[in-house]
């Protein structure tokens, strides 16, 4: 029996979803867009909701709209995929990396505090594999003049003390790539609590226009646009956006489903002294996207390739994002400068986990680990 890492859970029945917008003259950023910003608004009570056409451009546009500039530092983990630092590079500003906590895998106040500087402008805590980082606490570290942007690729269905993402950031940005917990393929969200900041973002998204393709015709009469600040093209299509409410509305169920996944993998790997899980952030709900194990980096790569030939699929989520080449080469970094992240990025493998995973294959996967384990331990002794 092959299990694959990952199955999306759309179906050939999207296209009913799909069918409206091409019977429209609008396939694009028009009404089905904005219903699902709204019901986006709703999910998470706020008044702000910003489609997107990837995570990566939606926190480009975010950060034009903060006025992120060459000269600023904004403070990113160590461990993430690297958009999380790119975005910032980018746009000339320096990405400062703080490593993560050795249990949980996610930024701190304390770590982020090591690396706060004058220049600091900015932080983006990553709510790695589904699990939130306390934002609360670093807003009590950064203060209100820096600006806290969540990166939530991996946490809409996420909770910290039942503090959703967005209740304590100037934003917070969502992925519905196609592996995504939510998917439409590729695509984005930004929301906010920040009117000024939602004000710019609009124009950031778009080019930096003023006014869309809809909003120029409306009130029966031609509104010209203007270009009023530097942007990208970050919108979403109405007929990727279309895929998106029956998931959201399903959303909690289908966590419920990984949740019991997750549960069976914890309960088969907890004591087993060959792995390291993430640890549970006490009081937080984990949106379960991904299922990571760590170890030993001396016999990870053959592993994966034993796990493979077995017909179980497994990945890298993720490398120590300052000892790849780039920011290697750029700022210098190496091993000994993020010990936790490098560790961690060494020896960990993401397992197959999705709502749709049966407990039989699930059960292949658990005894292929074991297998595979085993076998590896007894050949390094």
């Not at 950060?63 to 630092?85: H, K, N, Q, R, Y």
């Not at 990405?95 to 701190?108: G, N, Q």
């Not at 120029?216 to 010209?224: C, D, G, L, P, Q």
Request: glycine residues 8%; charged residues 25%; contains cysteine.
């Amino acid at each position: 029996m092959k299990v694959p890492f990952y199955k999306h859970q759309l179906s050939g029945e999207a296209v009913r979803h799909i069918a409206p917008v091409l019977d429209s003259a609008i396939l694009t950023s028009g009404q089905t867009g904005r219903d699902v910003e709204a019901r986006i608004c709703a999910c998470f009570g706020v008044p702000h909701a910003f489609l997107t056409n990837s995570w990566t451009n939606g926190a480009l546009a975010s950060l034009l709209a903060l006025d992120i500039s060459p000269g600023d530092e904004v403070i990113v983990p160590a461990m993430t995929f690297i958009a999380t630092a790119n975005v910032v590079e980018l746009l000339g500003a320096k990405p400062v990396f703080a490593d993560v906590c050795p249990e949980t895998l996610l930024m701190t106040p304390e770590t982020v505090k090591a690396v706060l500087t004058p220049r600091t402008r900015a932080v983006i805590p990553v709510h790695l594999y589904g699990q939130m980082v306390d934002i609360a606490g670093l807003r009590a570290v950064a203060g209100d003049e820096i600006h806290i942007i969540e990166d939530a690729a991996h946490c809409f269905e996420g909770d910290l003390h039942g503090d959703k993402p967005g209740a304590h950031s100037d934003a917070a940005i969502f992925s519905f790539y196609a592996t995504k917990n939510i998917t439409c393929g590729e695509g984005g969200a930004v929301i906010s609590r920040n009117a000024e900041f939602a004000e710019k973002l609009s124009a950031t998204r778009l080019h930096g226009m003023s006014a869309g393709a809809v909003d120029r015709f409306r009130n029966e009469k031609y509104n010209h646009w203007d270009m009023v600040r530097m942007g990208v093209k970050a919108n979403l299509p109405d007929l990727l956006a279309a895929l998106l409410p029956e998931q959201i509305e399903a959303a909690d169920a289908k966590l419920e489903q990984r949740e019991e996944i997750a549960s069976r993998y914890e309960a088969a790997f907890g004591n087993d002294e060959r792995l390291r899980l993430q640890k549970p952030v006490e009081g937080a709900r984990h949106a379960r996207h991904l299922f990571p194990v760590w170890v030993d980096p001396r016999m990870r790569d053959d592993f994966i390739l034993a796990l493979n030939s077995a017909g179980i699929g497994c990945t890298v989520n993720y490398r120590s994002v300052p000892t790849l080449t780039y920011y290697r080469g750029r700022y210098g970094y190496g091993p000994d400068h993020f010990p936790v992240s490098e560790n961690w990025g060494q020896g960990t493998v993401s397992l197959p986990l999705y709502p749709t995973l049966e407990k039989k294959a699930q059960i292949r996967v658990i005894d292929c680990v074991r297998r595979e384990l085993d076998q590896l331990t007894r050949k390094a002794a």
